[in-house]
């Protein structure tokens, strides 16, 4: 699936071939990885990276606040959740760095479109047909440029037109406690469904720990990614997808769920790398954030500015990069809102740059081509 | 939920919605031209392993058995053997240590009961461990074959009400795939006896059935010997080394009353069971037993041929239900069977599942004699009754009258998702988790039709799990939202629209669309 001749010939036909024998004299392949985990569902970046510094914190947030008292302290405005312990390991070891105050373009609150543009690289939703991680491809050393993505089927992100090829085994079991929560939501005007569901789910309640099984699942599909990342003829770019951060109800024991996944896949990621750890970056990244106020049920509703994570041994990290723009209520975008001070995709365009050393105008134009006059961040990667 | 009438057509007659089938103007016109326009034999049906092959099989593995006994067995297998029936004039049909009756786990693990005691370690030449070999060898090549078929046909067809109809009708001729001489044959019976004759008479119908290798086998009347017959008379004279006795068998006889015709406490006798079980006799499967025996009895010829066998024919006048048959041979049980096809019992029994099938569990009586007038006024004819179904407003109730079996909810995911073809293997195992193998519901009754029988806790969780596969595989592709309007036109609740627009992923709104509540039920 990985030898030259067919990756050139499924990469970009007679360009690509005319290149070839210029490749086989680049300078010797260097081992970088790269790995994005996207957040499919709008996870919370202030119940993530909780703004504990800030005065508007403890009252928006309420109960949601509290669990921060026992995170880790990441300066003087923010902390991590308490439930990301080995992150909290790699953010002293500076292999974790966090941006808050985040987003993409898109500034609507749907999943659909949200994701659309995240994927996509795009202003607004459908407007790109590729992915950014694909168009990715073409500017880095074509000797890296062999990305897989864990999953049964190539996300937006990765199609186009550059060779990528998917790998899911058929025994990974899914992570699917949010789906149940939602079947249970769709069926409660129905009393037949209704009995039959619940009936179902205090059976499973009885018979498997829910919590404990889809923290397993992330650490297997970490473990997977770095199997499949590390031998010297594997991928070297990978895509992971994770579900359920669409936290609308029960947010303090759910979110604390998928954190503890989350943290579970990174540090099996961590262990699974061995020494390519040093030339690692994961990226972590959701479409939108969520409301700053908690809702009626526990929960927060689909908002706007949230948090990402650059993550490895290839990071320049041990801080949190952010334009602090406040929780006041003057200071919300739309009056509800963690208000984006940085954007998304200079911040992916910086860390792609800088971890494959390429020019950055030419990564923000490629990956980014709509969104005009705004640089890359820069200094985010050790390189 | 108000369904509208395209929905209900789409839904409720058809096998649900493909996204790239077009919404019918005229509901009522859309299904009756799907009568005319029903494909018998399409391409996936077509390349199906043929008769003659999947019964050579079988008959090899008869013919294999015979010799392993015949090579010597140790004491134990011997003792066993004297517990399997051996059909009479077909010696090795039925060879020693062969299991009657298999049960398919899976497709890929087949185990059958009666495997040895912990200790006996299994000869290289045991019996057992053929018949193993040879139910894995029809499951895999033959069986699967036919249920990737058989779901193949029905994801591509133009014409989804008939394929529903001989969905319906194989379930009511049902065989089981869990005995031995079946598992090959099972889609066969759908292919060769209830497709061709579909928009014929329901006598041509069961007709075809009861002459089916599969329906011969299954119920037993291949090895069923008139006590009076040559081959009856010869036997008594000369009793079997292993003690059983050769005879009558009213499997067959009983169930056609009970089960295909009349329907159960209609007014015949065990008496008219017996009888016809004695005009029946005969009718056997040719060239599945070799040798001398089958030459004798005279059921030699082409493997999964229909035979009558005059030497096992019982002699004599029958009287059935207070009708008097004097005809001679095979035409004796013909004639049985064409007055069971046009009976006003039968006409009741057939008007009342059909009724059950498209306008609920508890069928409307103004539908069930609406059908049955219609079955006793044209003698059975099957395009009569379907228009029947598709001109009585029972059909048509705005609330969901079904819940989907398996198989239902099944094929109408995959046509939601756009399949055309799916791998044999995947479609048995999906339908085993479901918890409806196809052509095996383990009696001649065949699968409930009512929704007791498939809505529990733990079939919906699996429906779930199975949407949630789906999902992963297609999701990326699938706008759910898009394409629930064109499964259910019109017909959405604000419920399922509000799950599918709320859902964190493209997947997950796939996911909850497969089991939503209008895709549970029709």
Request: proline share 7%; charged share 20%.
């Amino acid at each position: 699936m990985y030898d030259r001749r067919s990756f050139l010939i499924h990469s970009a036909g007679a360009a690509a071939l005319a290149l070839a024998p210029r490749m086989a004299f680049a300078k010797a392949e260097t081992d970088r990885r790269f790995v994005f985990i996207i957040q499919r569902g709008a996870a919370d970046g202030l119940g993530t990276i909780g703004a504990v510094g800030d005065p508007a914190f403890a009252g928006a947030r309420g109960q949601l606040a509290e669990d921060f008292a026992a995170g880790k302290r990441l300066d003087a405005t923010f902390a991590l959740h308490p439930a990301m312990t080995s992150l909290a390991g790699m953010y002293d070891a500076k292999e974790a760095l966090f941006a808050h105050a985040i987003a993409s373009p898109y500034r609507d609150r749907s999943h659909f479109d949200g994701q659309n543009v995240l994927e996509s690289g795009g202003l607004g939703a459908y407007q790109v047909k590729d992915g950014w991680m694909n168009r990715m491809l073409g500017v880095i050393p074509s000797g890296e440029a062999k990305a897989i993505a864990i999953s049964a089927t190539i996300p937006l992100a990765m199609r186009g037109p550059h060779e990528v090829t998917s790998y899911a085994p058929s025994a990974l079991p899914q992570a699917s406690d949010d789906l149940l929560t939602r079947v249970a939501a769709l069926y409660q005007g129905d009393s037949q469904l209704h009995g039959l569901w619940s009936e179902a789910m205090d059976t499973r309640q009885l018979t498997s720990d829910l919590v404990d099984v889809s923290v397993k699942n992330a650490a297997a599909t970490g473990q997977l990614a770095a199997r499949l990342l590390t031998p010297a003829n594997g991928a070297r770019i990978a895509m992971i997808e994770t579900g359920g951060w669409d936290t609308h109800a029960g947010q303090r024991s759910r979110l604390a769920t998928q954190l503890k996944g989350l943290d579970a896949m990174l540090a099996s990621l961590k262990t699974g790398m061995g020494p390519v750890w040093n030339d690692t970056m994961i990226l972590v990244a959701t479409e939108f954030g969520r409301t700053v106020a908690v809702n009626g049920t526990g929960g927060t509703d689909h908002g706007t500015g949230s948090a990402a994570m650059l993550v490895g041994g290839a990071v320049k990290g041990g801080r949190v990069v952010a334009d602090w723009p406040g929780l006041g209520q003057a200071a919300l975008f739309e009056g509800r809102d963690l208000k984006p001070t940085l954007g998304l995709d200079q911040f992916v365009a910086g860390a792609v740059a800088g971890h494959y050393q390429v020019e950055p105008g030419k990564v923000m134009a490629t990956l980014f081509p709509e969104t005009k006059g705004a640089a890359p961040v820069s200094g985010l990667s050790r390189a | 939920m108000a369904a509208t009438d395209v929905s209900i057509a789409l839904n409720r007659f058809g096998l649900g919605a493909r996204p790239d089938e077009g919404i019918p103007d005229d509901p009522k016109a859309w299904l009756k031209h799907q009568i005319e326009a029903f494909d018998p034999k399409p391409a996936a049906i077509a390349a199906v392993p043929p008769r003659a092959k999947v019964a050579g099989e079988l008959a090899d593995f008869y013919e294999q058995q015979r010799q392993l006994r015949q090579m010597g067995l140790g004491r134990r297998q011997q003792q066993r053997a004297a517990t399997a029936p051996t059909p009479p004039g077909q010696p090795g049909m039925m060879p020693p240590g062969a299991p009657q009756d298999m049960t398919m786990g899976s497709a890929a693990a087949v185990v059958p009961p009666g495997t040895p005691e912990p200790g006996a370690k299994p000869d290289a030449d045991d019996p057992l461990k053929e018949a193993r070999r040879f139910v894995g060898r029809q499951v895999r090549d033959d069986y699967a074959a036919a249920v990737g078929a058989r779901a193949n046909a029905a994801l591509s067809s133009t014409a989804p009400f008939a394929d529903r109809l001989t969905h319906f009708w194989a379930n009511h001729f049902a065989v089981s795939a869990d005995k031995l001489q079946v598992i090959g044959l099972s889609g066969l019976l759908e292919f060769e006896a209830i497709r061709p004759n579909l928009t014929r008479t329901f006598g041509d119908m069961l007709n075809a059935v009861e002459r089916h290798p599969a329906m011969l086998l299954y119920l037993d009347q291949a090895v069923s010997v008139g006590p009076n017959s040559t081959a009856g008379r010869f036997a008594a004279r000369r009793p079997r080394a292993n003690g059983r006795k050769l005879g009558l068998n009213e499997n067959l006889a009983r169930e056609i009353m009970e089960l295909h015709t009349l329907g159960v406490r209609s007014g015949y006798t065990q008496a008219d069971v017996t009888e016809f079980a004695r005009a029946l006799t005969g009718w056997s499967v040719a060239g599945i037993g070799r040798g001398p025996g089958a030459r004798m009895a005279g059921t030699d010829g082409t493997p999964g041929d229909f035979v009558f066998a005059e030497r096992l024919h019982e002699p004599g006048e029958r009287t059935i239900i207070g009708r008097k048959y004097g005809q001679d041979g095979e035409k004796q049980a013909q004639a049985v069977l064409d007055t069971l096809a046009t009976s006003p019992a039968t006409a009741q029994h057939i008007a009342t599942k059909l009724a059950r099938h498209f306008a609920g569990d508890t069928p409307p009586p103004a539908l069930v004699q609406r059908l049955q007038a219609s079955f006793v006024k044209t003698g059975g004819d099957l395009p009569s009754l379907y228009h029947v179904l598709i001109d009585s407003p029972e059909c048509w109730v705005q609330q969901p009258v079904k819940f989907k079996s398996p198989w239902e909810w099944t094929v109408s995911a995959y046509r939601a998702l756009g399949m055309k073809q799916v791998q044999p293997l995947a479609a048995v195992g999906l339908l085993n988790q479901l918890g409806q193998p196809t052509w095996k519901p383990g009696s001649p009754a065949g699968y409930d039709d009512i929704a007791a029988s498939w809505a529990g806790p733990d079939a919906l969780v699996r429906r779930v799990e199975a949407s949630e596969r789906f999902a992963t595989r297609a999701g990326a592709q699938v706008d759910a939202r898009a394409l629930a309007p064109k499964l259910f036109p019109k017909t959405l609740t604000p419920a399922t629209e509000q799950a599918l627009a709320r859902a964190e992923s493209p997947g997950q709104a796939l996911a909850l669309l497969l089991v939503s509540p209008e895709m549970l039920r029709r």
